[in-house]
């Protein structure tokens, strides 16, 4: 039975009406989604045994792990799960050995799975304890397993892009159940597609980073770009990210796996931490998009001597409750010669004037290519105003020396929703159209060369450089000549009459 991806939206998130009110909503991603993972690799899994079987003539050979990019052993297979006797097995305590047993059989120590491919993507991948989870008994829990047993999920039945995209429309709704802390993971898709589109068009072979990674929806957009507007195949692209949070960055491990996506995901603060280095330097990468948490603290003391040279714009570092700038210099320094950024920022990194110190060595090494200003409410629960700060090492010869503003914060870029804003395809187009082609438009963009920058002593207030103010409504002159006339005739009449009165009491 072929599945439509409204269709498989609606059967995946319907696993959270079988635990709604047993389990806090914040938590529907911790335990759903694992599981959605395990009956899609379980049901990947027996569908190659079954063609190697049909080819080998054999079960036993049909299993040898270096068939398989994942290996299920046979006693923890999904089906096996399914067939479990609820009056004798406690399904948490078998879901929770079945996903160590995973984890374990693809560590590549016995089975020959390499351990650079899938035991290191599957690594901290299954982190729910579902025997912590008092409410999530053997009947809601075997409710949960019928509900997803109704469809196989393998890749030879639902392609590998279905299921990513349904996969992180979950991941999106998820994080509208949480509210704000689902922002912490999970940016608007409208805000990474323009993200994407600044930094595209991209090449076989090019290496993407987020140092925030969050769920991984960036990486995934960049590969949707390169396969729906390029033609290009994703599996070329390397796609890498760190998360503090491990269950985020469990979530991030999914979904790229899922996707069929080649790339990493490592845990650990990216700043005091950072996991993707090679011979004491950084790993430099052609493309980083970032949504960092915005002035939040960072191990400013444990880094006053920074072993890889990152925090060296100043002499004074950030504040220790204000980490803004730590990501933005950790991040010029993750970009290669050629390198790309594109990074949500608070619009207070753009003029706070003590944070100056650091926009005029990043203003002065010419990596600042472009401003754009973004409507507030965009994000769930946030009405913070936001910017994207688009970093270059290598501009074109045609921009070197300028910065392009572009203000898209009027109703023109975006739409109401009920509870916050959304910008518009039309938008969209319309920043990415005036980036791409450097368009100079009245109230929307401008380049600015770096001079006028250096005499508002590197503001990069976008008001400052673009008229944000709302158009007045032209006047018609002949038009407002006569309503005055208009007026001094009424006026003279009713001076007339109050004479008139005057005279008749009495009064000179």
């Given at each position: 039975?072929?599945?439509?991806?409204?269709?498989?939206?609606?059967?995946?998130?319907?696993?959270?009406?079988?635990?709604?009110?047993?389990?806090?909503?914040?938590?529907?991603?911790?335990?759903?989604?694992?599981?959605?993972?395990?009956?899609?690799?379980?049901?990947?899994?027996?569908?190659?045994?079954?063609?190697?079987?049909?080819?080998?003539?054999?079960?036993?050979?049909?299993?040898?792990?270096?068939?398989?990019?994942?290996?299920?052993?046979?006693?923890?297979?999904?089906?096996h799960?399914?067939?479990?006797?609820?009056?004798e097995?406690?399904?948490?305590?078998?879901?929770?050995?079945?996903?160590?047993?995973?984890?374990?059989?693809?560590?590549?120590?016995?089975?020959?799975?390499?351990?650079?491919?899938?035991?290191?993507?599957?690594?901290?991948?299954?982190?729910?304890?579902?025997?912590?989870?008092?409410?999530?008994?053997?009947?809601?829990?075997?409710?949960?397993?019928?509900?997803?047993?109704?469809?196989?999920?393998s890749?030879?039945?639902v392609?590998?892009?279905?299921?990513?995209?349904?996969?992180?429309?979950?991941?999106?709704?998820?994080?509208?159940?949480?509210?704000k802390?689902?922002?912490?993971?999970?940016?608007?898709?409208?805000?990474?597609r323009?993200?994407?589109?600044?930094?595209?068009?991209?090449?076989?072979?090019?290496?993407?980073?987020?140092?925030t990674?969050?769920?991984?929806?960036?990486?995934?957009?960049?590969?949707h770009?390169?396969?729906?507007?390029?033609?290009?195949?994703?599996?070329?692209?390397?796609?890498?990210?760190?998360?503090?949070?491990?269950d985020?960055?469990?979530?991030?491990?999914?979904?790229?796996?899922?996707?069929?996506?080649?790339?990493?995901?490592?845990?650990?603060?990216?700043?005091?931490?950072?996991?993707?280095?090679?011979?004491?330097?950084?790993?430099?990468?052609?493309?980083?998009?970032?949504?960092?948490?915005?002035?939040?603290?960072?191990?400013?003391?444990?880094?006053?001597?920074?072993?890889?040279?990152?925090?060296?714009?100043?002499?004074?570092?950030?504040?220790?409750?204000?980490?803004?700038?730590?990501?933005i210099?950790?991040?010029?320094?993750?970009?290669?010669?050629?390198?790309?950024?594109?990074?949500?920022?608070?619009?207070?990194?753009?003029?706070?004037?003590?944070?100056?110190?650091?926009?005029?060595?990043?203003?002065?090494?010419?990596?600042v290519?472009?401003?754009?200003?973004?409507?507030?409410?965009?994000?769930?629960?946030?009405?913070?105003?936001?910017?994207?700060?688009?970093?270059?090492?290598?501009?074109?010869?045609?921009?070197?020396?300028?910065?392009?503003?572009?203000?898209?914060?009027?109703?023109?870029?975006?739409?109401?929703?009920?509870?916050?804003?959304?910008?518009?395809?039309?938008?969209l187009?319309?920043?990415?159209?005036?980036?791409?082609?450097?368009?100079?438009?009245?109230?929307v963009?401008?380049?600015?060369?770096?001079?006028?920058?250096?005499?508002?002593?590197?503001?990069?207030?976008?008001?400052?450089?673009?008229?944000?103010?709302?158009?007045?409504?032209?006047?018609?002159?002949?038009?407002?000549?006569?309503?005055?006339?208009?007026?001094?005739?009424?006026?003279?009449?009713?001076?007339?009459?109050?004479?008139?009165?005057?005279?008749?009491?009495?009064?000179?």
């Open positions: 039975m072929s599945l439509t991806l409204d269709e498989l939206d609606s059967h995946l998130y319907g696993c959270a009406d079988k635990i709604r009110n047993a389990v806090d909503k914040t938590d529907y991603k911790d335990f759903i989604l694992p599981l959605v993972f395990y009956k899609t690799i379980s049901d990947t899994y027996q569908d190659e045994v079954e063609k190697w079987t049909e080819e080998l003539g054999s079960e036993e050979l049909a299993r040898d792990p270096d068939l398989h990019d994942i290996v299920v052993p046979e006693e923890y297979t999904w089906g799960l399914r067939g479990l006797n609820t009056q097995t406690n399904y948490d305590e078998f879901i929770n050995e079945a996903l160590n047993e995973i984890e374990k059989a693809n560590a590549g120590e016995d089975s020959g799975v390499d351990t650079d491919d899938a035991g290191e993507k599957l690594e901290g991948v299954f982190r729910a304890d579902y025997v912590s989870e008092d409410a999530l008994d053997n009947g809601r829990l075997s409710k949960l397993v019928e509900h997803l047993s109704t469809y196989n999920l890749a030879k039945r392609p590998p892009d279905m299921l990513g995209e349904a996969y992180m429309d979950l991941v999106r709704d998820f994080a509208e159940e949480e509210g802390e689902g922002g912490e993971f999970f940016t608007p898709p409208k805000i990474v323009l993200m994407v589109r600044l930094l595209a068009p991209f090449e076989d072979g090019d290496r993407f980073h987020d140092p990674v969050g769920s991984g929806g960036m990486l995934v957009e960049a590969a770009y390169f396969r729906d507007e390029q033609d290009g195949d994703p599996s070329r692209l390397v796609l890498t990210g760190q998360e503090l949070n491990p985020i960055a469990a979530i991030a491990k999914m979904n790229l796996f899922i996707h069929g996506y080649n790339g990493a995901v490592e845990r650990e603060d990216s700043l005091g931490a950072p996991a993707f280095t090679e011979n004491g330097h950084l790993e430099q990468f052609d493309y980083v998009l970032a949504n960092f948490p915005f002035s939040a603290d960072w191990p400013k003391s444990d880094l006053q001597d920074d072993a890889y040279g990152r925090f060296d714009w100043h002499e004074k570092l950030p504040r220790a409750d204000r980490g803004d700038y730590a990501f210099m950790h991040m010029a320094n993750q970009l290669n010669p050629a390198g790309q950024a594109a990074i949500v920022i608070p619009h207070g990194v753009l003029f706070r004037k003590y944070e100056g110190r650091y926009r005029e060595p990043m203003l002065e090494q010419d990596m290519e472009a401003v754009v200003g973004l409507p507030e409410n965009l994000f769930q629960n946030n009405s913070i105003p936001s910017a994207i700060l688009v970093l270059n090492r290598d501009k074109p010869p045609e921009r070197e020396g300028e910065v392009l503003f572009v203000h898209a914060a009027d109703e023109a870029f975006y739409r109401e929703l009920s509870n916050q804003n959304e910008l518009t395809e039309e938008g187009g319309h920043i990415t159209r005036n980036f791409n082609e450097w368009i100079i438009e009245e109230r963009s401008r380049a600015v060369p770096l001079e006028e920058i250096r005499e508002n002593d590197y503001n990069l207030n976008i008001a400052l450089y673009v008229d944000t103010t709302e158009p007045e409504e032209p006047i018609d002159v002949a038009e407002e000549l006569t309503n005055l006339r208009d007026l001094q005739e009424e006026r003279n009449e009713i001076e007339s009459q109050l004479t008139d009165y005057m005279e008749a009491l009495g009064y000179e």
